[in-house]
Nanobody
């Protein structure tokens, strides 16, 4: 069983930055594609970013492309989401997730393991 724990959320003003971390335990994280999703009340949980097992490729939602950067450190069993130029519409609960698939998918059904989420609130 792979456990995921997010941290780094908080309240920031628009235009500022936050860095989310997700620490994995229980299994070797290098065997998984890792992704970040977010959820806002009344909306579907949406894909934000994903990174391949060996970090050679990444994928982003159009809404965050150029502002967010996903990275991973397999030696530390951790995945990160650097969020710059934050906007009020980025306000959500952010979840990290792990998929045993080889490719980066944006469909949340592809991800078997999920963290508990961390709240990000961006004020205008």
């Amino acid at each position: 069983q792979l456990q995921l724990v997010e941290s780094g959320g908080g309240l920031v003003q628009a235009g500022n930055s936050l860095r989310l971390s997700c620490a994995a335990s229980g299994r070797t994280v290098g065997n998984y594609v890792l992704g970040w999703f977010r959820h806002t009340l009344g909306k579907e949980r949406e894909f934000v970013a994903g990174i391949a097992r060996n970090a050679t490729s990444t994928r982003y939602a159009d809404s965050v492309k150029g502002r967010f950067t996903i990275s991973r450190d397999n030696a530390k069993n951790t995945v990160y989401l650097q969020m710059d130029s934050l906007k009020p519409e980025d306000t959500a609960v952010y979840y990290c997730a792990a998929s045993s698939n080889f490719f980066i998918h944006a469909d949340r059904s592809d991800y078997k393991y999920w963290g508990q989420g961390t709240q990000v609130t961006v004020s205008s």
